[in-house]
């Protein structure tokens, strides 16, 4: 009896462990025969880029991809000395191409051009796309790594970085990758940055192209920051570090929230004490706003955030989804006082498990223009009341139950 009872408790404890696995491949499945017969395109409001101007740096807050794109070759054309660029992605489609000619170009002219990749993220892209000249200096970061990941934190997380550095003059970070779906059909936001703040975005590349470079490439000039200005700072994620600092500037700036905490994000996964911050700023009365794609990129992403709706309305946190284009965002902006853009989504795999980066920013100009931008999205969603949540078929309540416990993998 005692064999038969361990046996039972054995195999019901393996069906319950690996039916969110099977629920959320069955989702993934029929996701993608819907996408297959999905012949609509839908265009991303084409708005023109923001500027402010934040203790003498000139920032522009880019949230359509071809004026982004534009203003990235441009530097990478006129680049004199170094060109630092990072992708997570990088699609070899035309957009892709073009990058690839603008930085090739440079090295050809002399410029040391250095190029970072994530190698998992574009296990897809074709393998011809991805070999680059000797003159360009080319990191692959490695699918997989020596050691045991799950022994050790260190030799964990992807690269979900996006930026780019030339010569030390002008600097981009945010939620663009590279590739002909981000240029017009993703609603995503990105800053450039010129002048000496961009130092923060240089020191990111250059620390992590030392610590990981293999043989061969060459070592980066490590300089010390120009000045000490907490105006804008770059948080960054470094699972060989063990060090997430993202995660603590969101609980920073939520706790401090007085008035209004309004976040745009692609995936919005919190976890426990993010939540209880959003909800405790809600209690307090302050105007907490979370905007989200109606339908991301990853429909188990979506079920499993859709899963902490119900607790955040009711918490008083109002919730709005993104209509028509894929919102990529990773902003917040709080008080008309503080603002952040980077690359990091409020999941557990940013905050917890990449390399990321984030810039922090201490300025009533660019919180202005962050909160102009969120307005404006907000024309192009709706929002979602607890009466129709709760109203919503028993088929999304019992996926979402079921495919929570993912919530440690996304």
């Not at 902003?331 to 990321?356: F, H, P």
């Amino acid at each position: 009896m005692g064999h038969a009872w361990k046996s039972w408790v054995l195999r019901t404890g393996a069906l319950a462990a690996g039916a969110p696995l099977g629920v959320a491949a069955v989702v993934t499945g029929v996701d993608a025969v819907r996408k297959r017969r999905t012949t609509e395109v839908h265009e991303a409001p084409d708005h023109p880029p923001r500027r402010a101007v934040v203790s003498g740096n000139a920032l522009t807050t880019f949230t359509y991809g071809d004026h982004l794109y534009e203003a990235m070759l441009e530097a990478i054309e006129q680049a004199e000395s170094h060109v630092y660029l990072a992708s997570y992605i990088w699609k070899g489609d035309a957009v892709g191409q073009r990058f690839k000619d603008a930085v090739v170009a440079a090295a050809d002219r002399g410029v040391q051009v250095c190029v970072v990749f994530d190698g998992f993220a574009n296990l897809v892209v074709p393998r011809e796309f991805k070999e680059f000249p000797p003159g360009v200096h080319l990191m692959k970061f490695p699918t997989l790594r020596p050691g045991l990941a799950l022994v050790d934190v260190r030799r964990t997380g992807r690269d979900h970085r996006k930026v780019l550095v030339v010569d030390d003059r002008i600097g981009f970070v945010g939620g663009y990758n590279i590739g002909d779906l981000y240029a017009t059909q993703w609603r995503d936001t990105h800053l450039q940055v010129e002048g000496e703040a961009v130092w923060e975005l240089a020191n990111t590349f250059v620390d992590f192209w030392n610590r990981h470079r293999r043989p061969g490439l060459p070592a980066l000039h490590d300089s010390g920051s120009p000045r000490w200005d907490a105006t804008i700072r770059a948080a960054r994620n470094e699972p060989s570090r063990v060090v997430f600092p993202v995660r603590g500037v969101y609980l920073e700036a939520i706790d401090r929230a007085s008035h209004h905490i309004w976040i745009t994000q692609a995936y919005f996964i919190p976890d426990r004490e993010i939540m209880h911050g959003l909800l405790s700023a809600a209690a307090r009365g302050v105007d907490v706003r979370v905007l989200t794609p109606e339908r991301s990129n990853h429909v188990v992403a979506d079920a499993v955030a859709r899963s902490y709706f119900a607790d955040l309305l009711r918490g008083g946190v109002r919730i709005f989804l993104y209509c028509d284009a894929m919102v990529h965002a990773k902003t917040a902006t709080v008080d008309g006082a503080w603002t952040t853009v980077g690359t990091a989504n409020i999941d557990r795999l940013s905050l917890r498990g990449n390399y990321e980066v984030n810039l922090e920013i201490l300025d009533a100009g660019q919180a202005e223009v962050m909160e102009s931008i969120f307005r404006a999205d907000l024309a192009n969603s709706v929002e979602m009341t607890l009466e129709e949540w709760e109203d919503r078929d028993l088929v999304h309540r019992a996926v979402e139950r079921v495919l929570r416990p993912l919530q440690p993998l996304l």
